[in-house]
């Protein structure tokens, strides 16, 4: 089945120690994006990439990057994790030009900083 | 002004019952409307798209947009207890971007 694949589940990293999520895709989108939900509130995008073309949201913080070798894979890296960075991360595909825009999400990251 | 609003809930009803969930959002340029369904400890799952005005069924959900008042909504049929969940409005903006609403929890009492 097509799908959109995180890993790993759950990541536990200390305060500071970088981590790096991973999101795959077999859906063949073009479009992939990172998003954060933190307990209780929506989910909030961090960037997306639109093929190759990065995309930031103004207010996401520099602590967060991201990587795009290829069609199919997207990495989420957090340089120096703070506990206000615990949280879920999502990885959504859409495909463009279809006029729908509508996105998928993979399971998530649960992220536990210490 | 939130640029998607949801009545904030918590929301019960009971099992068989017709659940109504509304969102109003605050831009006219919105084209593309999401249903999300999320329960605890899981990611959003797609449900229900709209971008016409007027209804929309699929199942035991029905999506109704309005463009004029900016207002779209989820009606859930004969509820059932699987239907608890976290249900979240999105719409698309000008740049892709997909905007979630605060969410409305649903529980469907046995």
């Known amino acids: 089945d097509a799908m959109v694949i995180q890993n790993p589940r759950y990541q536990v990293t200390q305060f500071g120690k970088p981590v790096t999520l991973s999101c795959s895709q077999t859906?063949?989108?073009?479009?992939m994006y990172w998003y954060q939900q933190k307990s209780s509130q929506a989910p909030k995008l961090l960037f997306h990439?639109?093929?190759?073309?990065?995309?930031n949201e103004a207010d996401t913080p520099d602590n967060f990057q991201s990587r795009r070798p290829n069609t199919s894979f997207c990495f989420l890296d957090i340089r120096s994790p703070g506990l206000g960075d615990a949280a879920m991360y999502l990885c959504?595909?859409?495909?463009?030009?279809?006029?729908?825009?509508?996105?998928?999400f993979g399971p998530g990251t649960r992220l536990t900083v210490l | 002004q939130k640029e998607v609003e949801q009545n904030s809930g918590p929301l019960s009803v009971p099992e068989g019952a017709i659940a109504s969930l509304n969102c109003t959002y605050s831009?006219?340029?919105?084209?593309?409307f999401f249903w999300y369904r999320q329960y605890s400890g899981k990611s959003p799952e797609l449900i229900m798209s709209?971008?016409?005005?007027g209804d929309k069924e699929d199942g035991r959900f029905t999506a109704q947009l309005n463009k004029a008042s900016q207002y779209v909504s989820l009606l859930i049929r004969d509820s059932q207890p699987s239907d608890s969940a976290t249900y979240l409005c999105?719409?698309?903006?000008?740049?892709?971007?997909?905007?979630f609403g605060s969410g409305t929890q649903l529980t469907v009492l046995p």
């Open positions: 831009d006219r340029v919105s084209q593309s």
């Open positions: 709209i971008y016409s005005n």
């Open positions: 859906l063949n989108h073009n479009v």
């Open positions: 999105a719409r698309v903006g000008s740049a892709r971007q997909l905007t």
């Open positions: 959504a595909t859409s495909r463009s030009g279809t006029g729908s825009n509508e996105q998928f």
């Open positions: 990439y639109y093929d190759k073309d990065f995309n």
